[in-house]
């Protein structure tokens, strides 16, 4: 249950931290100049004193992850990073971009069938080759209670098989008089 719920809380610690980073952005748009450059100088103070005592800072999570690569796009980020190289930087963008273009590009629309039911499908169009996709899903409904269109039939229709447009028809109705009038006059 807990690997349920691992994701989702990376993910909103991800939004916590990028919020928090935003209105931090926010507050600093308003204050002056002078403060924020002193605050700047401060902070690269910190940074030279772990470098000079070679200290080395904690690993980045995520979250700073995607907020180094959010705001590089503000300013000049080459000569102000000194914790990772441009290279690794440039790599967590490469990343960032990926996921997003994987996520943008999932698979849309209705799932599969499930296997067993299309190889119920297969099996139906093997056994009754005189049979077309409406008949086949028509026969699903009717005897099975299992609501599938023609048109999802065909999608699973067996590439062995004719398509259900090649195939020839089976023999019309005048056709299969004449070829059994004699029994059924016999019938009569």
Same mark, same amino acid.
Not at 60 to 81: E, G, M, N, P, Y
Not at 160 to 168: A, D, V
């Given at each position: 249950?807990?690997?349920?719920?691992?994701?989702?809380?990376?993910?909103?610690?991800?939004? #916590?931290s990028?919020?928090n980073?935003?209105?931090?952005?926010?507050r600093?748009?308003?204050?002056?100049?002078?403060?924020?450059?002193?605050?700047?100088?401060?902070?690269?103070k910190?940074?030279?004193?772990?470098?000079?005592?070679?200290?080395?800072?904690?690993?980045?999570?995520?979250?700073?992850?995607?907020?180094?690569?959010?705001?590089?796009?503000?300013?000049?980020?080459?000569?102000?990073?000194?914790?990772?190289?441009?290279?690794?930087l440039?790599g967590?963008?490469?990343?960032?971009?990926?996921?997003?273009?994987?996520?943008k590009?999932?698979?849309? #629309?209705?799932?599969?069938?499930?296997?067993?039911?299309?190889?119920?499908?297969?099996?139906?169009?093997? %056994?009754?080759?005189?049979? #077309?996709?409406?008949?086949?899903?028509? %026969?699903?409904?009717?005897?099975?209670?299992?609501?599938?269109?023609?048109?999802?039939?065909?999608?699973y229709?067996?590439?062995?098989?004719?398509?259900?447009?090649?195939?020839?028809a089976s023999?019309?109705w005048?056709?299969?008089?004449?070829?059994?009038?004699?029994?059924?006059?016999?019938?009569?």
């Amino acid at each position: 249950m807990d690997s349920l719920f691992r994701p989702i809380q990376s993910a909103l610690a991800v939004l #916590g931290s990028l919020v928090n980073d935003v209105s931090d952005f926010l507050r600093s748009s308003v204050r002056s100049r002078t403060a924020l450059v002193a605050e700047n100088l401060f902070l690269r103070k910190q940074l030279a004193f772990y470098q000079e005592h070679q200290i080395r800072p904690r690993r980045l999570t995520h979250a700073a992850r995607l907020a180094l690569v959010f705001w590089s796009h503000f300013f000049q980020w080459k000569t102000a990073l000194l914790i990772v190289k441009p290279a690794t930087l440039i790599g967590w963008h490469r990343r960032a971009f990926r996921l997003f273009w994987k996520w943008k590009s999932r698979p849309s #629309g209705r799932p599969r069938l499930p296997a067993d039911l299309r190889q119920l499908i297969t099996q139906m169009v093997r %056994e009754n080759p005189i049979w #077309g996709e409406e008949r086949i899903a028509d %026969e699903l409904w009717l005897k099975l209670g299992i609501r599938v269109s023609p048109r999802t039939v065909r999608a699973y229709w067996p590439a062995e098989s004719p398509s259900p447009q090649l195939r020839l028809a089976s023999q019309g109705w005048s056709t299969f008089v004449r070829n059994h009038a004699h029994g059924l006059l016999a019938c009569d």
